[in-house]
């Protein structure tokens, strides 16, 4: 295989993959603006900036995106099994759209320790 095809599939490989980069990363900019919107700040930090005592610096990290998922609609099943004791117990957001839940999702799971 010569030089000009190894270039020819590498930029078929790029153009492949944008569309799905540039999804992601919109979804993952919507999660921003959702954890924005729905005051999660009150309750929980990011970066520092927030309720510091329920940092979510390095959520992506320490559980799955399954997991997370299962916080945000279901806390109360979920505080019970971690055995959480902090007050006030986090509200269910299973009422926002799917949308919305997987945004955040997604935004969640980028929040990861650096090495």
């Not at 929980?44 to 299962?70: C, F, M, P, W, Y």
Request: glycine share 8%; charged share 25%.
């Amino acid at each position: 295989m010569g030089v000009r095809s190894i270039g020819v599939l590498a930029g078929l490989a790029l153009s492949v993959s944008s569309p799905a980069v540039a999804q992601d990363t919109a979804k993952v900019e919507r999660g921003q603006a959702v954890f924005a919107e729905q005051k999660c700040a009150l309750c929980h930090s990011v970066g520092g900036k927030g309720n510091t005592k329920g940092a979510l610096d390095d959520v992506g990290s320490k559980v799955t995106a399954d997991e997370i998922r299962q916080w945000l609609v279901s806390p109360k099943e979920m505080g019970e099994k971690a055995k959480a004791t902090r007050k006030p117990p986090m509200k269910s957001f299973a009422t926002l759209p799917k949308t919305d839940i997987d945004a955040l999702v997604a935004y969640l799971q980028t929040l990861k320790k650096k090495p």
